[in-house]
């Protein structure tokens, strides 16, 4: 009788246990699943990428700046010549930023009182 029954729980338990894994793995193949966990790859590939052209973004200008003082140096230049201060348009000065200290009241823009549009 003992034997039986031992038998009889290690079938159930094995039973449970592969309908537990096949279901797991049913869950893993929907189409809802699949397209999270791609998505999920895609955003870490993307941020890989990211981090890549990043490094070689910055590999790039600290190599052209040892370069330049390389050319400067052979050249026998030393200094650069100042750049001139940038300009700023009239119309980014007094935008209509309230932020902006230089803010002038501007005309708020108005109805066109022909637009026949308004009570249909």
Sequence with gaps: MFRRSFWFTTGVAAGVWATT?????????TPESL???AADKALETGQRLKDRAVGFALDVRDNMARRE????EALGIQEAPGLPAPRRLAA?????????????????????????NEDH
Excluded: W
Excluded at 69 to 72: A, S
Excluded at 92 to 103: G, V
């Design 92 to 116: 980014i000065e007094y935008s209509t930023d309230r932020t902006n200290p230089k803010y002038t009241d501007a005309v708020p823009p108005t109805r066109h009182p022909s637009n026949r």
């Design 69 to 72: 003082n390389e050319l400067q």
């Design 35 to 37: 397209a999270v966990t």
């Design 21 to 29: 894994k096949v279901n797991r793995k049913l869950r893993q193949l």
